[in-house]
């Protein structure tokens, strides 16, 4: 049985990011955010959704924009350290996805969108620094369950 086109896409994503992620920055996918944020950030890639796609006939295909997202998150006290270190993870995101974005053809197209960040404070841990960023992909599949 063949594996999902869609799965195909967001495991190169995963090691895409992995291979290229700043130091001390760690990678993972569809977790919870652990209790722990590495030094140099944490990113949590989630499969997101696919939504409804359009539909070309003669062959049939049906053409998605799939919204992955990522999940950035940087702990740390001192506010600077911590925006640095944010900005830092959110231009290596964008940069890891530049250099192929269409994954070695696996996707027509995927590139991260804008996202708002916000400062989290929880009760006996580092205040941290969280978005998450879209990461838009354009695919085609003969398969409506991707």
Do not use: Q
């Amino acid at each position: 049985m063949s594996e999902p086109v869609s799965e195909r896409i967001l495991r190169a994503i995963h090691v895409e990011l992995g291979a290229s992620a700043p130091a001390g920055a760690r990678v993972l996918r569809n977790v919870a955010i652990p209790e722990r944020i590495d030094p140099g950030g944490l990113a949590i890639l989630r499969d997101g959704e696919p939504g409804e796609p359009a539909v070309s006939l003669s062959p049939l295909m049906f053409h998605y924009r799939h919204h992955a997202a990522l999940d950035l998150v940087v702990a740390g006290d001192d506010p600077e350290a911590r925006d640095r270190a944010f900005a830092r993870l959110k231009g290596w995101v964008s940069a890891a996805l530049a250099v192929d974005p269409t994954l070695g053809g696996l996707c027509d197209w995927a590139e991260p969108l804008a996202a708002a960040a916000e400062i989290v404070a929880v009760e006996g841990v580092a205040p941290f620094k969280a978005a998450t960023v879209e990461i838009e992909i354009h695919y085609a599949s003969p398969d409506r369950l991707v």
